[in-house]
């Protein structure tokens, strides 16, 4: 279902605003619409102001309660340098949603295992939360270039059991995300392993998982500007398949997944959204965060 309606002094109104790091930001919006039947895995598409580009986000949380949504995004060009300069009380011009295919979350699985990679954890968070209210035992491996860029640690704790791994060793396990995965596969036995982070580290998770034939899911980032399914921005190729991840996804098996297309396609406007951040300007697809949200 998709809402876009609202007047901007009535709506979409930021209630909370946390940085997580020097990159990261946290905010709680006021969405009524979309806070009423969003699901795990689901996203929104918002713009800044009326002027501004369309920007997927993945719904980090929703509160239903207090007809709210939480979003985590990195500051990655103009348009979410731009939303950072927002602050508590401010409103946004739009938030569109929810979109996309939930996440398929089933409670027959005795144990699953999340792996996040950077801001990945802020997606990969109200599936294992919507999994640990249906009686499934979940672990979550955090992961990060440092200390600094682990996030939502303390969300995690409350339901899941939480492994560390940092690429400098300054918290938990020195070492990447797939060596965690390995050193927990030891250990433990998994049911499925959902793994959301850059592609490069979902490639990395299910080449691994692959061989140990363990089901995985990941959630796709490609270049999204509509989220319809109109601009075809968004194709994927899963399991020789031509997909749209804002319609088919952006969930989908990681076994099926061509990451290195994928890979390819995302850096298709790599110089034009330096430049776009290098003259202050907006062009469409310069600022991608989602529909999930990566390092």
């Given at each position: 279902?998709?809402?876009?309606?609202?007047?901007?002094?009535?709506?979409?109104?930021?209630?909370?605003?946390?940085?997580?790091?020097?990159?990261?930001?946290?905010?709680?919006?006021?969405?009524?619409?979309?806070?009423?039947?969003c699901?795990p895995?689901?996203?929104?598409?918002i713009?800044?102001?009326?002027?501004?580009?369309?920007?997927?986000?993945?719904?980090?949380?929703?509160?239903?309660?207090?007809?709210?949504?939480?979003?985590?995004?990195?500051?990655?060009?103009?348009?979410?340098?731009?939303?950072?300069?927002?602050?508590?009380?401010?409103h946004?011009?739009?938030?569109?949603?929810?979109?996309?295919?939930?996440?398929?979350?089933?409670?027959?699985?005795?144990?699953?295992?999340?792996?996040?990679?950077?801001?990945?954890?802020?997606?990969?968070?109200?599936?294992?939360?919507?999994?640990?209210?249906?009686g499934?035992e979940?672990?979550?491996?955090l992961?990060?270039?440092?200390?600094?860029?682990?996030?939502?640690?303390e969300?995690?704790?409350?339901f899941?059991?939480?492994?560390?791994?940092?690429?400098?060793?300054?918290?938990?396990?020195?070492?990447?995300?797939?060596?965690?995965?390995?050193?927990l596969?030891?250990?433990?036995s998994?049911d499925?392993?959902?793994?959301?982070?850059?592609?490069?580290?979902?490639?990395?998770?299910?080449?691994y998982?692959?061989?140990?034939?363990?089901?995985?899911?990941?959630?796709?980032?490609?270049?999204?500007?509509?989220?319809?399914?109109?601009?075809?921005?968004?194709?994927?190729?899963?399991?020789?398949?031509?997909?749209?991840?804002?319609?088919?996804?952006?969930d989908?098996?990681?076994?099926l997944?061509d990451?290195?297309?994928?890979?390819?396609?995302?850096?298709?406007?790599?110089?034009?959204?330096?430049?776009?951040?290098?003259?202050?300007?907006?062009?469409?697809?310069?600022?991608?965060?989602?529909?999930?949200?990566t390092?």
């Amino acid at each position: 279902m998709f809402h876009g309606l609202g007047k901007v002094n009535d709506m979409y109104k930021i209630l909370k605003k946390k940085r997580l790091n020097s990159l990261v930001c946290l905010m709680e919006i006021e969405a009524p619409y979309v806070a009423r039947s969003c699901q795990p895995g689901q996203f929104v598409i918002i713009r800044v102001d009326e002027n501004g580009e369309r920007i997927p986000l993945t719904i980090a949380d929703y509160h239903r309660d207090r007809n709210s949504i939480t979003i985590v995004y990195q500051e990655l060009g103009y348009s979410t340098r731009k939303l950072s300069t927002k602050n508590e009380g401010d409103h946004i011009s739009d938030c569109a949603g929810p979109l996309g295919v939930p996440a398929e979350l089933d409670g027959k699985y005795k144990r699953v295992l999340g792996v996040a990679g950077g801001v990945g954890a802020a997606p990969l968070l109200p599936q294992l939360k919507k999994l640990a209210s249906m009686g499934v035992e979940t672990h979550v491996i955090l992961g990060g270039r440092s200390d600094e860029f682990v996030i939502l640690e303390e969300e995690f704790q409350g339901f899941a059991k939480v492994f560390v791994c940092t690429d400098d060793g300054s918290r938990g396990m020195k070492g990447n995300v797939v060596d965690g995965l390995k050193d927990l596969v030891s250990r433990y036995s998994y049911d499925k392993v959902i793994a959301i982070g850059p592609l490069p580290m979902m490639k990395a998770v299910v080449d691994y998982t692959k061989t140990i034939n363990i089901p995985t899911h990941v959630s796709l980032n490609p270049i999204m500007i509509d989220g319809t399914g109109m601009c075809g921005g968004c194709r994927v190729t899963v399991g020789g398949e031509t997909k749209f991840a804002c319609v088919d996804g952006p969930d989908f098996d990681g076994f099926l997944v061509d990451f290195d297309e994928a890979m390819m396609r995302q850096t298709k406007y790599r110089n034009l959204e330096s430049k776009c951040t290098e003259h202050h300007c907006v062009l469409k697809g310069g600022d991608n965060n989602a529909p999930q949200a990566t390092q």
